[in-house]
């Protein structure tokens, strides 16, 4: 057999889509019992410039000799130079992740997916509904929103949680709760006597918001089981189905399209979502 | 194309030539099955074969496979390279080249995988025309015949090859290391005549009529828990699924936990962890339920993005399944909507 | 500080011992990431009161067994079972099938086999405590071993493989024995081995326990409806998992 030449040995670290970047932990923030604000830099300033995303899409978080998770980006666009992940303590990669201190460095790759159609959305109005970590992403966008706020309309924000101590970024939403610009309203199934929002499930809160049908995007983010009935909530206030969009978790292990972890339906939640609107939900077998 | 004859007898001169400047690979028994191996002469070969236990697939994507070393303490990248051989494949069947195909459009599109592309650039096909076995049913996807994605086609007249050149690099080959003649008008007539037989030659014939209606419209039928229960969620059908391209990607340590790799290998929609997320929730919990997602991802969930279905009949998933689950018989109950 | 950690061994041939000693080339490495206070097969020593993680091989046989772990899951912060004995009983459990009073018997007679021990049915350790972690197999891999404490060391879930063994089997090329009219136990056992046995020629024998995804109804339908003996299944199965109700 012939000699092996040189080239057949080929390095791609300029594109190697599987390589992370080295990111340090610039602040890490506790939300709740089990949920962690983090805020990462990626340390290339290279990398770190065209580092670009849209809300709504994910990053792939790597700790070596841990593995990766893919977490949804939480701040918005519009902070430019770091990416902040708010990740819940649920596996072996979060939770190595929750051990790690300010300054230590992890792994980033992306971002990847499709986000929420923020250009689209301009000009109307939008109703925003999470369910408990769901507001994770939708936070992305709210925060997005706030930044360009002359551009859109009424903005609506419901948000549930099973109770007070699950309410994520509480501290925003209590300054925010006497702001004119949003509606903000929070519910949790368990109220404690400290709580001085609603109670009950997210869904019962859309007996009080008037929605014009014509004119407002829906974006929902939450459990698996929240999805079918505030989507219903929705259709009975006549919003359009391709203007309610649903953000999606599931196994996003490459993030790029290949591994087919994230198959749903005939797509992969990596590429083709996880956002998706509601037409096209319904066109994904066993989605919702 | 460009089309030249060669004598059967020549073959060994072309594998000793192509031995000289790649590692040849191409099919040798195995107790008395076939495998792509790496072979030093033409006696190796058995070009004869019907099919091998496992697709070609793994000399550009491996069942296991390093793709980056790394060091904990800084959380460095110490190594990303690949390590892709200058390689012949030699007598690949037209379903395997096309199954080639098919996972070129997961591998060398949009986010091109680094590791598939290297191999995929510095190998060359050789194919070999081939007999109908039982299980195959290339037929029904029009996958029995192949017009790219190789190097040189050789299709058997008998004591001669008709060969379908369809690179430079294939057709350079031909010429440094055989003796070929010009193809004459007596030779494409008896090209005409082997592949005419060839397609008459075919057992199964499945009814593919609207494939993507029925899996959608038929989605909760009771065929689905007939499939779950036979299933053993094995994975061997994905293992020897030429065009099966899904992976998983763990992290080994090094014993002193300083440094280590991230490997990926091949993985199964068919195992049960398969699509459950950190939290437990899990997305395909039943048997059933993974069986048909295979189906539906294969007849319809690749075909909405690639115009193809991901399957190209080599009837291998079907030999392998201890249950004797097949794309032919899955077809079947969808049509017939009854197991049989 | 290094994890203070013992090695134990109850009912069992020794033999996943000796294959910890069988790491060989990295066993320092290994060594340098714990503090070993105890090891029963290399060391002449005692048990020591205080350890952070108890490594345990073999079956529980006997009603010393079952105190000597209700004290070490009192102390070890993890508890590691290696081997097929203590994960799913193992051979040891194949005593429990039938009469044991009767097999005993027959091996030792009328005299109890060690003074001062009440025997008690063969199961693995996880029928008396907690177990953190699992290594399967018989013996345990070298290097399935070194992951698994590493995950132990470093926090991390513990995730024995889920899946019948067929898959990795196919990767490795081998021709299917049920193809060659013979049963092989990988349709419904736990994999990880990466089909070593097959590999080389002998149809797996089931030493790393029942996979949980296992389907058993339809792995004795197939072997039925190749002229075998669906009831083989279960028989064969129960030389490394007569106890396999008992396993958690």
Redesign the interface.
Known sequence: MSVIPQDAYRRDAETNPYRPWPARITSIIDLTETEKLFEFRIIDPEIRESFTFQSGQFVELSIFGVGEAPISISSAPSKQGFVELCVRCAGDVTGALHAKQCGDVVGIRGPFGRGFPFQEMKGHDVLLVAGGLGIAPLKSLINHIHDERHEFGKVTILYGAKNPAEVLFRYQFDMWKHRDDFDLILTVDEPDESWDGERGLVTGLFDQIEVDPDNTYGAICGPPVMYKYVIDEMRKKHMDVDKIYVSFERRMKCGIGKCGHCGVGHQYTCVDGPVFNYWEAMNLQGAI | MFFRMVEKDQIADLVRGL?????VVGPVE????F?FA?V?GAEELRLDYDTT??PPK?WFFP??ET??R???A????TD???????RVLFGLHPCDINALLLMDN??TR?????YYK?RRD?TLVVGVSCTPSDTCFCNVWDTDEVHWGFDVFLTDLGDRYYASLRTVKGAELLDDYVKSSEVTEEDTAEFQRVVGEFKQAFDNDVDTTQLPVLL?AK?DSPIWDEFG????????C???CPTC?????????????KS?R?VRT????Q?????????G?N??EG?A?RVK?RY??KQ??Y???FERVLCVGCGRCAR?C???ISPVRVIEALQTGGVR | MAPRVVVIGLASDFGCQVQMTNIEDHLLDVLGLIDLRYWQLASSGHLPDSYDVAIIEGAVTTDEHVALLERVRETAGVVIAIGACAFTGGIPALAALGEIDRHCAVVYGDTPPVAGVTRRTPGPVGSVIAVDYHVPGCPIDTDEFVRVLHRALQGLSDRPPQDPLCAVCKTMENVCFLERGQVCLGLVTRTGCGARCVTLGRPCTGCRGLSPEANLPAAAGVLESRGLDGAELVRLFDLYNAAREAVR
Not at chain 2, 80 to 86: G, L
Not at chain 2, 266 to 269: E, Q
Not at chain 2, 273 to 279: I, L, R
């Open positions: 031995a000289s400047e790649y590692e195995k107790q008395g099955r495998v790496p030093t236990l496992l793994r069942p296991e793709i980056m790394f060091r904990t800084d959380e460095e990248v990303d390279e690949v390590f892709a051989p200058p997961v591998f949009d986010y091109v995988d680094p290297a510095n959608d989605f229960e036979q299933c053993l969620s094995c994975g061997a994905s293992m020897v391209y899904c992976f998983d990607v763990t992290d080994r340590l090094a014993p002193d936990q280590g991230r091949w993985d199964s929609c195992f049960k962890e398969f699509a459950a997320v950190a939290h929730q997305f395909r048997r339920s997602y539906y991802h319809w969930g075909l909405s993005k392998a201890p249950s004797d």
